[in-house]
């Protein structure tokens, strides 16, 4: 079955590394995401990665997927106070049609 | 670079009155999606459409309908509304919906509140 699941809270302080975790059921998921979204605000997709990668880097932002476990990572590097937010980690449910199964969503508070 | 425009972005309907909500995509992207976020829920998929044809449906009421029109923006129709159906409403757009269509891009939202 299609699940996606985060841990609900992660509080760091600012300029420490934030690493933000996800567990997915579907292991022919071709495409996993993370998409940030901010108080009342839509949601903005930070970063993917394709099912044959292992790790991709983007900035501040790495992200690691361990397919054997189906478990996803997003790492934020030096993080700041605009980067409080909750992270929603997605799958792309099979089927070819590319609807996003989402995470219950990480909120993200960092502090001075 | 152009965005996922929504609108309206604010709407309060009262019980059993009809909503409408519009989604237009990205420049030259074929493929529209529609998800609800309840408060404090994950975002949930509704339906697709690709090309102006339905490519996907999700846990969409039978009261809601939607479609896709020929310039490729989106209407999402909603009946005899009810007070769970406050929510966020995205719409989201990719170029492509199969395995090419990798990126999918979210609007701001539209914000219903059913009184």
């Known amino acids: 079955g299609e699940d996606v699941e985060q841990s609900l809270f992660l509080s760091v302080r600012e300029g420490d590394s934030s690493v933000i975790n996800c567990t997915y059921t579907?292991?022919?998921?071709?495409?996993l995401y993370w998409y940030k979204q901010e108080p009342g605000a839509g949601l903005q997709l930070l970063t993917y990665?394709?099912?044959?990668?292992d790790m991709k880097q983007d900035q501040r932002l790495t992200v690691l997927l361990n397919k054997k476990d189906k478990h996803l990572s997003l790492r934020i590097a030096d993080t700041q106070t605009g980067d409080s937010a909750i992270y929603f980690c997605?799958?792309?449910?099979?089927?070819?049609?590319?609807?996003?199964?989402f995470g219950a969503g990480t909120r993200l508070a960092v502090h001075p | 670079a152009a965005g996922v425009i929504q609108s309206p972005r604010h709407l309060i309907k009262e019980k059993r009155e009809t909503a409408t909500l519009k989604c237009y995509p990205i420049?030259?992207?074929?493929?529209v999606y529609w998800y609800q976020q309840g408060p404090g829920q994950d975002p949930q998929f509704l339906i697709s459409?690709?090309?102006?044809?339905?490519?996907d449906k999700g846990s969409i009421p039978d009261r809601f309908s939607a479609q896709q029109f020929s310039d490729y923006h989106s209407e999402l129709n909603m009946s005899s509304l009810e007070l769970g159906d406050s929510a966020l409403y995205f719409c989201?757009?990719?170029?492509?919906?199969?395995?090419?269509?990798?990126?999918?891009?979210f609007g701001p939202g539209t914000r219903l509140t059913v009184t």
């Open positions: 579907d292991s022919s998921s071709t495409y």
């Open positions: 459409f690709y090309e102006k044809m339905q490519s």
């Open positions: 997605a799958e792309r449910a099979p089927g070819g049609y590319n609807k996003l199964i």
């Open positions: 989201a757009s990719s170029s492509g919906p199969g395995l090419a269509g990798g990126e999918q891009y």
């Open positions: 990665i394709f099912s044959n990668m």
């Open positions: 420049p030259r992207h074929d493929t």
